[in-house]
């Protein structure tokens, strides 16, 4: 076994940290009470955080005097994590600042696991994830296919959105639209836009409509023409959040931190460095069955429990592939996955 043992010493430290943590939380949930006690606060009223910061959130006031303005709020103890999107109940207390005092129920939770592998809530109430494809750089079906799973698994349902139309030619084309008819097939909306084009005329009609009246979160590799569509969707965005700048969307520093942005056309858009990398990370077997949708229903058919649907008799997955109602490609994706993850498994315990 690897893991290293602390010693004497970076075991108190660690104590220590943990210790002046707790008497933070506790000095921070005694100011907050005083404060209540004191009846300082003004009436509840219900809010949208914007985006969080350690112990505290930005929170927009969704109604009252203070509807539209963004307020510094932190949260009291027994209110449970926030997110990025959920909506709150806060009262406004003195200079500007709030109390977050309830949690809403969320729609949905994009989720995704920290180093340890533990799943970690990183935005709430997301419509739906757009995923970006683009002629250049060329798609590939086994990294489409890993993003489709990860939003699978949220349960947050996924378009395809395929930019920089400009770049179609006569080559490229009939593997582009072989490729978006096979996820039309199994049910995913294609949209198709220009970035590009978009320039100073703002956003296409077709991906207006696509991010009209809902919560956005674009992810894609890198490349694809993400930051570019946020740009178009966000013309008059100068702000640098969190290091994450709009126009090259990489980090100044790594933060994760995710930020709500409404749109000029209505509808929010949630971003960051991590939300764009969604669904890059270890998937377990099972996952990967779930996670395309067309393998999910003959899960548990296979003749044998622990079937690896490579070759084994009376595999219930490769007898529906035969039969064309697994397509081709999206088998050998499926497969490929399976084997990188495995082989992701075995690497990451032999060298641990
Ligand atoms: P990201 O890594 O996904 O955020 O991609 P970027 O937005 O940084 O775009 C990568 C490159 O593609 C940049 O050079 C963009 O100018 C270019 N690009 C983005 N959208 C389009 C488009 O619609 N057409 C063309 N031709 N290029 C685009
Ligand atoms: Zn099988």
Redesign the pocket.
């Given at each position: 076994m690897a893991k290293r043992r602390l010693n004497k010493q970076q075991q108190f430290r660690i104590e220590k940290i943990q210790t002046e943590r707790e008497k933070r939380a506790a000095r921070k949930e005694r100011a907050i009470d005083e404060q209540l006690e004191a009846s300082e606060l003004g009436v509840e009223q219900t809010g949208l955080v914007i985006a969080h910061y350690g112990q505290q959130l930005d929170v927009e006031a969704l109604e009252g005097d203070r509807r539209g303005r963004v307020l510094r709020c932190y949260a009291r103890a027994n209110v449970g994590n926030l997110v990025t999107g959920d909506r709150v109940i806060w009262r406004p207390a003195a200079d500007d600042t709030g109390i977050i005092v309830a949690r809403q129920e969320r729609q949905t939770l994009l989720q995704r696991p920290d180093n340890f592998g533990q799943l970690k809530p990183v935005a709430a109430n997301i419509d739906h994830i757009i995923l970006?494809i683009?002629p250049?750089p060329e798609p590939h079906d086994s990294l489409i296919d890993r993003y489709l799973v990860a939003a699978e698994i949220t349960e947050i349902p996924a378009v395809i959105l395929l930019?920089?139309?400009?770049?179609i030619t006569p080559e490229n084309a009939p593997a582009l639209e072989k490729l978006l008819a096979r996820y039309e097939a199994i049910g995913y909306p294609v949209v198709r836009?220009?970035?590009?084009?978009?320039g100073s005329t703002g956003a296409s009609d077709e991906l207006e409509a696509l991010v009209k009246g809902r919560t956005s979160v674009?992810v894609?590799?890198?490349?694809?023409?993400?930051?570019?569509?946020?740009?178009a969707l966000l013309p008059d965005e100068t702000l640098r959040v969190g290091g994450l700048s709009l126009s090259?969307?990489k980090g100044t520093h790594t933060t994760t931190t995710a930020r709500l942005f409404h749109l000029v056309t209505g509808g929010d858009l949630i971003d960051s460095p991590g939300i764009?990398e969604f669904g890059l990370w270890h998937m377990t077997p099972r996952e990967i069955e779930e996670g395309f949708r067309e393998i999910r229903p003959l899960i548990g058919h296979c003749r044998f429990r622990n079937c690896r649907h490579q070759g084994e008799p009376g595999c219930a997955i490769e007898q529906a592939g035969a039969d064309g109602r697994i397509s081709e490609e999206r088998m050998r994706s499926f497969r490929r996955i399976l084997v990188d993850m495995a082989e992701q498994n075995s690497r990451g315990l032999s060298s641990s």
């Amino acid at each position: 076994m690897a893991k290293r043992r602390l010693n004497k010493q970076q075991q108190f430290r660690i104590e220590k940290i943990q210790t002046e943590r707790e008497k933070r939380a506790a000095r921070k949930e005694r100011a907050i009470d005083e404060q209540l006690e004191a009846s300082e606060l003004g009436v509840e009223q219900t809010g949208l955080v914007i985006a969080h910061y350690g112990q505290q959130l930005d929170v927009e006031a969704l109604e009252g005097d203070r509807r539209g303005r963004v307020l510094r709020c932190y949260a009291r103890a027994n209110v449970g994590n926030l997110v990025t999107g959920d909506r709150v109940i806060w009262r406004p207390a003195a200079d500007d600042t709030g109390i977050i005092v309830a949690r809403q129920e969320r729609q949905t939770l994009l989720q995704r696991p920290d180093n340890f592998g533990q799943l970690k809530p990183v935005a709430a109430n997301i419509d739906h994830i757009i995923l970006v494809i683009a002629p250049e750089p060329e798609p590939h079906d086994s990294l489409i296919d890993r993003y489709l799973v990860a939003a699978e698994i949220t349960e947050i349902p996924a378009v395809i959105l395929l930019n920089k139309t400009d770049l179609i030619t006569p080559e490229n084309a009939p593997a582009l639209e072989k490729l978006l008819a096979r996820y039309e097939a199994i049910g995913y909306p294609v949209v198709r836009t220009s970035a590009l084009d978009a320039g100073s005329t703002g956003a296409s009609d077709e991906l207006e409509a696509l991010v009209k009246g809902r919560t956005s979160v674009f992810v894609g590799q890198s490349g694809v023409g993400k930051s570019s569509i946020i740009q178009a969707l966000l013309p008059d965005e100068t702000l640098r959040v969190g290091g994450l700048s709009l126009s090259t969307g990489k980090g100044t520093h790594t933060t994760t931190t995710a930020r709500l942005f409404h749109l000029v056309t209505g509808g929010d858009l949630i971003d960051s460095p991590g939300i764009r990398e969604f669904g890059l990370w270890h998937m377990t077997p099972r996952e990967i069955e779930e996670g395309f949708r067309e393998i999910r229903p003959l899960i548990g058919h296979c003749r044998f429990r622990n079937c690896r649907h490579q070759g084994e008799p009376g595999c219930a997955i490769e007898q529906a592939g035969a039969d064309g109602r697994i397509s081709e490609e999206r088998m050998r994706s499926f497969r490929r996955i399976l084997v990188d993850m495995a082989e992701q498994n075995s690497r990451g315990l032999s060298s641990s």
